[in-house]
């Protein structure tokens, strides 16, 4: 069956855009999910600018996730930091239905979703100064040198997150490539207005709110290594 959902804009002439694309085939299950939880849970980039603590009925610490992938380990943190509200961002449409259907059958009440392009989400949506936490968790590191610039880790990108920071907000990043590792340090160190808490050029220790997920238990277990930054707003 094939379904519209409001997934990754596409720009039109004098930056028109429209919030929806196709998505392509999704499952039975899939589509049961967005039926029943994208309404208690989804956000729609059509919306514009919104009010954080009006959407989550209170004021409380704001956490954004770019990038959740299957979203286990956001759920995991929802639930861990309930004095936290969590806004995760994808835009593979298996992901985000399988953690809102995920939140909704568990009642997880601090945890909102867009199904949209990062960057748009947060020009568009997110307002300045209201990101308390920023996290972005092993993104696809596009190993082969000529894909580098594809990589969502670029002095433009991180300018715009730290603007979405709190005076006090906090960036976190954690990849297990080492290149991607070292470019994230670069990218971070040489942005202004950003500090790094464990010292200039050093990694962090992985904070206990991140979850450890399986697939990085199995490649600790092979050797791998994995990269935590943390920098906050200076």
Known sequence: ???????????????????????????????????QWWPSYGLSLFDGPVDLDQIFGRSAPKVLEVGFGMGASLLEMAKAEPEKDFIGIEVHPPGVGRLINTAGLEGVKNLRVYMADAVDVMED???????????????????????NKRRIVNSEFVQLLRRKLSSAGICHMATDWQPYADHMMEVLTLAPGLENDSGQYLFAARPEYRPKTKFEARGEKLGHGVWDLLFSNA
């Open 125 to 147: 949506c997110i307002a300045d100064g209201s990101i308390d936490r920023f996290q972005l968790y092993f993104p696809d590191p596009w190993h082969k040198k000529k894909h």
């Open 1 to 35: 069956m094939k379904q519209d959902l409001p997934v990754k804009p596409e720009y039109k002439k004098k930056d028109i855009r429209s919030y929806v694309i196709r998505a392509g085939r999704i499952t039975e299950g899939q589509k049961n999910a967005f039926d």
